[in-house]
């Protein structure tokens, strides 16, 4: 009889103990849930504080990055589903990457080949052109397939036929995408662009006209200086605002100074500027080197240990060889190696 309540105090202590144990777990398990929640909310206040400040400041809003976020507190079921989760959409990423990979091939090679039908359609429709006074070939003038050759022309009896005459190919100056200006247009307000634009513009037209010169063809040259003209002078329009500045930049005044050459040369062709007229030449002249100096005398580099020795940054070597290049055509642009007949001497002329 006396051991019964000592086994009952026995097993209200191991039951009290287990209780406690029990509780014990419950405890860390909730203050684990806290800890998790306590996180979160954290997170959250930090999202907000930083909305908040971006708002305050005029920012853009935060982008959202794709995270989930979940209300709940996370258990081990949904880790274990959101990781498979995670596996199954990697996998079916890697699935469609391959795909895209094996369409893109297919595409790329669909491309070239189609570049190829192209580069082929254009060399079966070339023409080739013979140059300036130089008879067709029989191949050039050969005539399509199907067409009836043309029988030669019987000569009468006793008497040999005359080989016709090379038929001369005139030439003919081509001019694609430099039509005369028609209006302006309005809204750009990069004024270095567009003058630089208007000025290759103008050097293209200019060269165009030097060709037409060379075949002959005085008034298409006239024409196409003409045009050039107007678009340089617009070029140094365009440029009016950007050289108002304290220090204009290297490259307005650069392409200043080209404008002003190409006006020097159509003025040259055109006006009768020549170094008979003394002081109109050396005007103009000097009216060319002046952007191309301002850039001398701004663009030098200090080299050395003491920064004792200037040299001319690349700007100012551009522009010293600019200069250097105007003064040998001025100097040598009239120069004709063709001499006159009645020019030419020998030794012992005089005896004779």
């Known amino acids: 009889m006396t051991r019964l309540p000592a086994l009952c105090a026995v097993v209200a202590f191991a039951g009290g103990?287990?209780?406690?144990?029990?509780?014990?777990?419950?405890?860390?398990?909730?203050?684990?849930r806290s800890q998790r929640s306590l996180q979160q909310n954290r997170s959250e206040v930090d999202r907000l504080l930083d909305a908040r400040l971006r708002h305050d400041l005029g920012l853009p809003a935060e982008v959202d990055t794709g995270l989930f976020r979940v209300a709940a507190p996370t258990t081990t079921e949904a880790m274990e589903r959101a990781?498979?989760?995670?596996?199954?959409?990697?996998?079916?990423?890697?699935?469609?990457?391959e795909r895209y990979k094996k369409l893109k091939g297919e595409v790329d090679q669909l491309q070239a080949d189609a570049k190829e039908r192209a580069k082929a359609e254009q060399r079966s429709r070339e023409i080739v052109v013979p140059p300036a006074n130089v008879a067709p070939t029989k191949r050039s003038v050969q005539r399509p397939s199907g067409a009836d050759p043309v029988p030669p022309t019987p000569a009468p009896a006793g008497e040999v036929a005359k080989p016709r005459p090379a038929t001369i190919v005139e030439p003919s100056v081509v001019d694609a995408g430099l039509d005369p200006v028609r209006g302006q247009i309005q809204g750009s307000q990069d004024h270095q662009r567009v003058a630089q634009a208007l000025f290759k513009a103008g050097q293209v037209l200019m060269d165009r006209a030097d060709i037409a010169r060379q075949q002959g063809q005085a008034a298409a040259a006239k024409d196409l200086d003409a045009r050039a003209k107007d678009r340089i002078v617009r070029a140094v329009?365009?440029?009016?605002?950007?050289?108002?500045?304290?220090?204009?930049?290297y490259q307005s005044l650069f392409y200043l100074g080209r404008c002003r050459e190409l006006l020097f040369r159509l003025s040259q062709r055109y006006d009768g500027l020549s170094l008979e007229t003394t002081r109109e030449w050396q005007q103009r002249e000097q009216e060319v080197r002046e952007p191309f100096l301002k850039i001398t005398a701004r663009d030098v580099v200090k080299?050395?240990?003491?920064?004792?020795?200037?040299?001319l940054g690349p700007w100012g070597?551009?522009?010293?060889?600019?200069m250097e290049h105007f003064r040998w055509i001025n100097l040598n642009g009239g120069y004709d190696p063709r001499a006159a007949i009645e020019a030419l001497t020998w030794p012992g002329e005089r005896a004779q």
């Open 17 to 32: 103990i287990a209780a406690q144990n029990n509780a014990a777990e419950r405890t860390q398990a909730e203050l684990m």
């Open 83 to 97: 990781q498979q989760e995670l596996r199954d959409e990697d996998a079916a990423t890697a699935a469609l990457l």
């Open 317 to 322: 070597m551009a522009a010293q060889t600019a």
């Open 237 to 249: 329009d365009e440029l009016g605002p950007l050289l108002q500045e304290r220090e204009p930049t």
């Open 303 to 311: 080299k050395g240990e003491r920064s004792e020795i200037e040299m």
